[in-house]
C-alpha cells in the first residue's frame, strides 16, 4: 500500500495532504509524507470518497488485494501446521526408545541432534540479517538525500552557498601560524569593507530577492505551504545580475570620500555600494547570471 504512494511525486503527495486536511510543510521529506497520509488513512472508519479522491483509488485496490492474501497466507499456515502435526505423530509412532537396542532398525535413525544448536549467543553472527540491515539503511539514506536534493529550496540554498563562498574567498585570509590569536583572520581591503561588501551581497542576493517573491507568489493559490514563488525569486537575482554586470563602481565618489576627513552617513552608504558593486563584478562575475537562469529552467520544469 506504502509502495502506491511512494510513486507519487513529492508535490503531489503535498496536495494530497492539504485536501486531506493534514498539516505538512515543504521541508518534510517524502518517507514522512506518506506515513502521515497512511496514518491519516488507517485511522478513518470508512474509506475516502474516490470520486473526491481519484488519486486515491489505486491504494484501495492494492490494500484489497494485500487483504486477499492475508486471507490465503493464514489458510495455508493452518494446512502446514495440521501437516507437522501429522509429521510428529509419524516421527513419535517410529521413535528410536521403542525398539529394541539390537534391531536392525535401529540403524537406520542418525544420531545427531541439531535442534541443540544455540542461536541466542552473543557472538552467533547472522550474517543475513546484517546484510539486510545494510541494504535497507543504504536504501533509506539514499532516498533521504535523493528527496532533499530534489526539491526547490535544496536549488536555492545551493545556489546561495555557491555565491557566498565565491564572494568570500579572495575578501577573507587566513593565517594558521597565528592560531588562536585573533590575528590569525585578516580582511581585504579592511575589517570595515569585508562587512560592507558581505552585507551588499545579503541585501541583493538574498533580502531583495525574498520579499519580492514574497508578495508576487504565484504559486500559493496550488501550493499553500509555498510562501516564497522560486521562480520569481531566481527571475529577479537574474535581473539583478544582470543590471550590476552593466554598471560599475563611482570613481569620483569614492575620491571625493578619501579626500574628506569627516563623511556622512550618505557617503559611508555610497562607499559601501561602491565595495560591494566592485567585489560582486571581479569575484562572481557571470555566476549569478549562469546559476539563477539554471535555476528558473529548473522551477519552471517542477512547477510546470
Not at 20 to 39: A, E, F, M, R
Not at 173 to 185: E, G, H, T
Not at 270 to 286: A, D, P
Request: contains cysteine; aromatic residues 14%; glycine residues 2%.
Amino acid at each position: 500500500m506504502s509502495t502506491v504512494l511512494e510513486k507519487f511525486k513529492k508535490v503531489e503527495l503535498i496536495d494530497l495532504a492539504d485536501k486531506l486536511g493534514l498539516s505538512v510543510s515543504t521541508s518534510n521529506t517524502k518517507p514522512t509524507l506518506v506515513l502521515k497520509i497512511l496514518d491519516h488513512l488507517e485511522s478513518l472508519d470508512e474509506p475516502v470518497d474516490l470520486n473526491e479522491y481519484p488519486e486515491l483509488q489505486l491504494y484501495y485496490e492494492a490494500l484489497a488485494e494485500d487483504n486477499d492474501e492475508e486471507d490465503s497466507e493464514e489458510e495455508e499456515s493452518s494446512l502446514d501446521d495440521e501437516e507437522e502435526e501429522d509429521e510428529q505423530d509419524i516421527k513419535e509412532m517410529f521413535d528410536r526408545s521403542d525398539l529394541p537396542t539390537k534391531s536392525p532398525a535401529c540403524l537406520w535413525f542418525s544420531n545427531l541432534r541439531f535442534v541443540n544448536k544455540v542461536t541466542n549467543s552473543p557472538y552467533y553472527f547472522r550474517f543475513h540479517e546484517f546484510v539486510d540491515d545494510v541494504q535497507w539503511t543504504t536504501q533509506e539514506w539514499n532516498e533521504t538525500v535523493q528527496d532533499y536534493l530534489s526539491t526547490l529550496h535544496t536549488v536555492k540554498q545551493l545556489v546561495l552557498a555557491v555565491e557566498l563562498f565565491v564572494f568570500v574567498k579572495s575578501l577573507i585570509q587566513f593565517n594558521w601560524y597565528r592560531f588562536p590569536s585573533p590575528d590569525f583572520v585578516t580582511f581585504y581591503p579592511s575589517q570595515r569593507d569585508f562587512i560592507l561588501s558581505v552585507s551588499f551581497w545579503f541585501i541583493f542576493s538574498r533580502m531583495i530577492p525574498s520579499i519580492v517573491s514574497y508578495y508576487f507568489n504565484f504559486v500559493r493559490h496550488e501550493l499553500f505551504a509555498i510562501e516564497f514563488d522560486p521562480l520569481v525569486y531566481h527571475l529577479t537575482k537574474v535581473l539583478i545580475s544582470l543590471q550590476f554586470l552593466y554598471n560599475s563602481p563611482s570613481v569620483k565618489k569614492e575620491i571625493e570620500l578619501l579626500l574628506s576627513s569627516d563623511y556622512s552617513i550618505c557617503q559611508l552608504l555610497s562607499h559601501g555600494y561602491n565595495v560591494g558593486l566592485f567585489c560582486w563584478k571581479f569575484q562572481l562575475g557571470h555566476l549569478p547570471l549562469i546559476a539563477n537562469s539554471a535555476a528558473v529552467i529548473i522551477a519552471l520544469y517542477v512547477l510546470a
